[in-house]
């Protein structure tokens, strides 16, 4: 019985982080006006990435074990009829919370600056906490308030594939409700502090297990304004790094000995370099746009066709990579004019609101990192489709106008130099 009594508030905790601030002003599904603020918990089920997130905790969710993990005092609960009439409509439960209307009032002074100042990362999650349901747990109890949990993004690993499905590796980004519960945990737990000491004498009270487990795994936290100040400097530190070393290389190369001996054969004239030399780089460049503040309830269909909409042509945006449950995505684009065309298309939006995604292009190490985890045949493929594209740019330069273009066929119709080329729509045959 105690085990499941501990199963039956795990599974509480985790439907309270499902409803609370930041995830109702981020998923309008769970909260719809025309129904008085309910929504259906399998409408929850579809939409709230709390339960679409792996299962890390073995939960087996029902509507009844929804139902029955909701405390009355914060959620009101109705019964769904059956309606005989509408096969679809096969009746449940709908689920809002006690104070939805009150929630909702706020909403204008919520913004994507607005909960980033309450935002924290933590890192050197002791190991039993490593999940959703265990994050939440660890700072309920370090923060001492049932209420402050708002929203948990585990970053990708360096290592992770684009598809990877998000886990914890000991570190995570962590959205609180209030700046003074931000600042009180960035006190007791500083990023260059030693977080490890035993308690001492001073101390009023004794600590919880989690804090004692917390010490001594060594976790510590970062205002993430700082995080993000030092992920750039990291990834600029690589890129120089990087540069040092191919000069050093570069600088200590054999000379060849020039010394020529009269039996060696007259040299050939050479050549005249060709006006397109080979391409050798692994990935195109430029064509890969970043986009934060992506509302975490939203999937790759509704990304593409939302920044689909602010290109002149739709199929310029080449491939959605986003990973369900996180605040950002990034986008492949055909090729550099067209990167650089939806990100002017989306800062001149003047019409925007200010939950809409910011777009940042890649370049450097970032750029470098990013394609590194692309397999090798989908990078030869954008590679061979951006230099297909910037020929026929250049012969329809000197082609005469009127030249028409289809629809844009898939990746495996993209053909190298001598075979018939099928870019930005249009396909014609090579000429010798």
Known sequence: MELAGQQQQDRATLCSLAFSDYQLWTNPFLRDPNRDGF?????LFRRSHIFLADNEDAFEWTEASVVKCMSRDFFDLRMILVDKTRPRFAGGYEVRRKDWAEVTHRFPTFSPEYWDARTVYIENIPHQFRSTLGVCKLLRVLLNSSSAVQHIVFPPHYQDTPDA???CKGFALVTLNEPDVVSDLLSRFPYDGDNTRPPTDDDDEDPSVEESEARKAGFRTLPKER????????AEYRESLLRRIAAAASST???????????????????????????????PPGCVLFARHVPPDTNKTALRA????????????????YNKGLDSCHLRLKTHEHAQALLEAAHSDH???????????LKGRREEMYWENVPEKVRALAVQRAHAQVHQTRRGERDAPGLGQGANGDEEDTQGPGSACHVGGTRRKRRR
């Open 253 to 283: 190369e054999p000379v060849p000995n020039k010394t020529k001996s009269a039996r060696d054969p007259p040299e050939e004239p050479q050549r005249a370099p060709a006006a397109n030399p080979p391409q050798t780089q692994s990935y």
């Open 39 to 43: 929504t259906s918990i399998r409408t």
């Open 165 to 167: 499905v998000p886990r």
């Open 306 to 321: 939302r920044f689909s909409a602010l290109l002149a042509d739709a199929d310029a945006l080449d491939y959605v990579d």
């Open 227 to 234: 995080w993000d100040t030092l992920q750039a400097e990291y």
């Open 351 to 361: 019409e925007v609101s200010v939950q809409e995604p910011e777009l940042e292009l």
